[in-house]
């Protein structure tokens, strides 16, 4: 028998899918990192030997489950809950949960799969997980949104654990959900232990990490800019979402002497071109997380921006973009429009946001472009930092922390330029994110033989 599993890439996805029905999302990330792994392997006879890369697309275990839940009319609602452990090579299973009607099974893959390369690329020791229902937590009072939490985690807390698997927020999912999960969890078990981070202060939360994924994804951006000889400052800047990530990006590129531009969420985009200083920032956040507003409204509070009805903000012109919302919201033509408008930065905030089609149009424009598991790791980075403060039962200082996201970041980078730098110096950050995530957890595979 041949050592090489498959004869090309394209029998490869084709038996991806196969075996995946009706998964689109999660085949997509597959081919994302098959088309760089498949020849990174080609010479390397052992990953073959132990079929690595047809192990490392078949996750661990795909729990799904039945979440019951009364609305404050007193109606029984049934949702779809799941926890999918991808791989837990290099430590517990480690990634977020999702409450979104779009999240399907597909999709949870998808994100487990991401995790699972980016964690590695952090340099801490997690492994790669995600769950989530088909829960939309928006229109909801506080009270449903708890009575829902304690039902997903009423079946949830037999799968977790502080040495077993790790979650934490995602769309959907933020500080208030965490708390209720948590409380419901220690109530099950009576243990309190790092069993979910992004927890509040109080409760063994650690600082900086609402801050970090879109702080990170600055700094990513920053690093590479640096390898240009640029900076942001001056920089107009075009970021989709108005979530936690985006927001966080937002305030640090105003920071960092950059101006931004748009925000958006799934019903359209708001363009102020006065650019969206701190001020405006601290109101979107207000308006988001306390009145659960959406972005239309800005345009009544600052009455130079305009509002995209139905639209995304990509034809904006800009010198960098940050996709901060969902996957899949930037495809061909809107990566096409960026590069005519002259951008020569794409920073993914959120996982997966730039389409297969998206991709190939920045890789092929040489710009600087790069991918959710590299860009958007400082947040499971401070996720990973609350574990080990957790563990030691005690919590570390602002300036500390900071320095550590900034050196991670660095890190991630520097692991891209290692493995994606070509002969004529551009840097492919996505082969670069790609193989050097994908490298670790492979020889950790091969470390424990066939399990
Ligand atoms: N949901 C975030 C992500 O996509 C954070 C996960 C975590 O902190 O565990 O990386």
New binding site residues.
């Given amino acids: 028998m041949s050592v090489r599993e498959y004869p090309d890439l394209e029998t490869f996805i084709g038996d991806v899918r196969k075996h995946n029905p009706g998964q689109p999302e999660f085949v997509q990330a597959v081919q994302e990192v098959a088309e760089d792994i498949f020849d990174f392997i080609a010479d390397k006879p052992q990953y073959h030997e132990y079929q690595i890369l047809r192990r490392i697309c078949e996750p661990d275990r795909v729990i799904s489950f039945r979440v019951c839940w009364e609305d404050d009319q007193g109606q029984i609602r049934v949702q779809r809950g799941w926890r999918v452990q991808n791989n837990n090579s290099i430590g517990p299973y ?3 949960i999702r409450f979104h009607p779009t999240v399907t099974e597909s999709v949870l893959k998808f ?1 487990a799969f991401e ?1 699972t390369f ?1 964690n590695a690329l952090t340099g801490l020791p997690m492994g790669g997980g995600k769950g989530g229902a088909n829960f939309n937590p928006k229109g909801k009072s506080d009270h449903e949104v708890m009575r829902f939490c304690q039902s997903y985690m009423t079946e949830l807390y037999r799968h977790v654990g502080a040495d077993v698997d ?5 769309i959907g999912v933020g500080a208030r959900e965490i708390g209720y999960m948590f409380g419901q969890y220690k109530r099950i078990t009576n243990q309190f232990t790092g069993v979910l ?2 927890k509040g202060l109080e409760y063994g939360g650690s600082l900086i990490r609402p801050e970090a ?1 879109g702080y990170g994804a600055v700094y990513f951006l920053q690093n590479m800019l640096a390898t240009r000889g640029t900076d942001l400052s001056g920089m107009n800047a075009v970021i989709s979402g108005s979530g936690n990530v985006a927001t966080f990006a937002a305030e640090k590129v105003t920071q960092l002497g950059g101006k931004v531009l748009t925000f958006s969420d799934s019903q359209g985009f708001v363009h102020d071109p006065d650019g969206i200083d701190q001020d405006k920032i601290d109101w979107v956040k207000e308006h988001k997380t306390k009145r659960r507003g959406r972005i239309a409204d800005y345009v009544q509070e600052f009455k130079n921006a305009t509002y995209h009805e139905g639209k995304r903000p990509w034809s904006v012109p800009c010198d960098v973009a940050l996709p901060c919302a969902t996957q899949n919201e930037l495809d061909g033509d809107d990566a096409r429009t960026l590069i005519a408008n002259g951008c020569i930065g794409v920073s993914e905030g959120a ?1 997966m946001p730039t389409t297969l089609e998206g991709v190939h149009v920045f890789k092929d424009a040489r710009i600087l472009y790069a991918p959710g598991k590299a860009a ?1 790791a400082g ?2 980075a401070v ?1 990973g930092l609350e574990m080990s403060q957790n563990s030691q039962r005690r919590s570390w200082k602002e300036p500390e922390l900071q320095k550590l996201l900034l050196d991670i970041m660095q890190g991630i980078h520097e692991s891209c330029l290692q493995y994606g730098q070509q002969s004529d110096d551009y840097v492919d950050y996505v082969r670069g994110a790609n193989i050097a995530g994908f490298k670790k957890v492979a020889d950790a595979m091969l470390a424990y033989g066939v399990v």
């Fill in positions: 480690k990634g977020g994100l995790q980016k790790v979650p934490a927020g995602d981070t992004g994924t996982n958007n947040g499971v996720s």
